[in-house]
């Protein structure tokens, strides 16, 4: 009898590589996954985000309170009002999202989210701060008020642009982007096959032109200036004063930095790190890498839209990936 053969009695007989598929496949089916929850960036918002969460939980209801008192506005008429014209703008659409986040974040936890690790991405670790415990809610909501007002004021003095580059991989895009006179750059690595460049506006312009000759996919960004490059510094040392004296805790799981591309374990000067992120790559493609390798498969987005759930799906093969951002997604959910 052959060794990879196993022969029962009669003469059936069963070849052990179907018999390992076999035993893998039941234990799939009632395995225990390991769960990391996720935090979508700027431009994830949209008009009415959140508001059955705010309705029925008095948890998500009690975010927003506390981002209005923090924030001095009314989160609610912000986040709900279809009639308010400027969520769009960063000093505003940057709170609201990650009050959004934070209020699917507890409407979760009420129907048994459990989860091992948190990340984001860009404007999104500022939610996964406070769900890990790194920030208290009051304390986020003063971070990122700073960040957006910091980014607000730089936004409104330079001419900058960002750019979705699809169909390239990230060397053709910063072989464009180096090939181009002006000041244009890779800014996040989202997908093996998705890039976003940013810069000053007539360096992008220029390279969405040779990307187009290449055939690739141009998207360009509803942004209102060029993130994660170096014309944000002003914004990234107006935001180190601001938040220089805020204390940010150890988290309670692991946490996944784009900063790094890999996990984060050094919580000694978060005030400089995330000072230097906002002129930093973000680098999602080797975050999501470092995440699938250390041994997580289910990815729960929570929050407006679904970018993140697409991303994990197009980047990482057998994992489960899904997005939670009304009431109904969130309590029909397998966490």
């Known amino acids: 009898m052959l060794l990879n053969q196993i022969k029962f009695k009669g003469s059936v007989k069963f070849d052990v590589q179907s018999i390992l598929k076999i035993v893998q496949y039941n234990y799939k089916e009632g395995q225990s996954f390991m769960n990391i929850i996720l935090f979508a960036g700027q431009g994830a918002q949209y008009a009415g985000m959140g508001k059955d969460i705010f309705e029925k939980y008095p948890e998500a209801a009690a975010v927003m309170k506390t981002g209005s008192e923090i924030l001095g506005y009314d989160l609610e008429k912000v986040c709900f009002d279809e009639s308010f014209t400027e969520l769009s703008r960063t000093v505003y659409a940057q709170p609201a999202i990650m009050a959004m986040e934070l209020m699917c974040f507890e409407a979760a936890k009420k129907n048994g989210l459990k989860f091992d690790a948190v990340a984001g991405h860009s404007l999104g670790e500022y939610a996964a701060f406070v769900a890990s415990g790194m920030l208290s809610p009051e304390d986020g909501f003063r971070v990122i008020k700073a960040r957006a007002e910091a980014f607000d004021r730089v936004a409104s003095v330079t001419d900058g642009k960002m750019a979705a580059i699809l169909k390239l991989t990230a060397d053709q895009v910063r072989e464009v982007c180096e090939s181009v006179d002006g000041y244009v750059v890779p800014v996040n690595y989202n997908s093996p096959a998705q890039t976003v460049i940013a810069g000053e506006s007539p360096a992008v312009d220029k390279a969405c032109e040779k990307f187009a ?47 790094l591309g890999a996990e984060l374990t050094d919580f000694s000067d978060m005030p400089s790190f995330l000072a230097k992120h906002v002129v930093s790559p973000v680098l999602f493609t080797d975050e999501l890498a470092a995440v699938k390798e250390a041994g997580f498969d289910k990815y729960i987005e929570l929050g407006p839209g679904r970018t993140l759930t697409g991303l994990v799906k197009k980047t990482l093969e057998d994992v489960t990936a899904f997005n939670c951002d009304t009431a109904e997604s969130i309590e029909n959910a397998e966490f």
Do not use: C, G, Q
Not at 213 to 238: D, N, W, Y
Not at 245 to 259: E, H, Q, R
């Open 213 to 259: 000759e290449l055939k690739a996919r141009v998207a360009v960004l509803k942004t209102e200036s060029a993130f994660h490059s170096e014309i944000m510094k002003p914004a990234s040392e107006e935001f180190h004063e601001k938040i220089k004296d805020i204390k940010f805790n150890a988290p309670s799981v692991k946490f996944f930095s784009n900063l």
